[in-house]
């Protein structure tokens, strides 16, 4: 297992080492020691997500108000999708960037996010099955999103699909409205966090 970080700080890829032989596949799909290492402090495990989507389904841009947030690991055992990682943290030097990966069944990787971060991902095909292991359980008054198509974000959503987003997902506000609003969570808080999760 292989792990570098990607261009939102505080979010890593992980290029996962699948063993086959006549019998099938077995795959290590999730290390605490590798991903402590590269973060300081691991993830902290609550709940774990899983969600099966039709080619063209859209989910995101998701994230929870900090403290506590909810950092996530994910992973897609089946299908395809395009994973998308967006700094919202607000006074981050990388504001608004984002980064995305192709997490695949056929190659297969996991992507790590921590909290204060927003996250998102399309359905490259019918039955993408995604499994994700989060730091803080389902809190609706504390999770929020942010419009997946605001020009503004300019996330690279593929030409060749149709979208299918949910009702809550398409009246998100975007990302300078969620600013605006008071929604979104600061780097202060954020590094706040993540000291406190390191132990220091």
Known sequence: MQIRELAVP?????????????????????????????????????????SVSARGVLRGVHFALVPPGQAKYVYCPVGKVLDVVVDIRVGSPTFGVHDTVLLDSEQPRAIYLAEG????????????????????????????????????????????VEFELSAKDTSAPTLAEAR???LLPTMEQCSARYAELRGN
């Open 117 to 160: 971060l927003g996250h998102a991902f399309v359905s490259l095909a019918d039955g993408s099955s995604v499994t994700y292991l989060v730091s803080s359980g389902y809190s609706p008054g504390r999770e929020f999103g942010i419009d997946p198509m605001d020009p503004d974000l300019g996330l690279p959503w593929p030409t060749d």
């Open 180 to 182: 605006e609003q008071g």
């Open 10 to 50: 505080d979010s890593y890829v992980l290029d996962l080492v699948p063993h086959g032989d006549s019998r099938g596949r077995f795959t290590e799909w999730y290390r605490a020691d590798v991903l402590a290492e590269a973060t300081g402090f691991g993830l902290t495990l609550a709940q774990a997500n899983h």
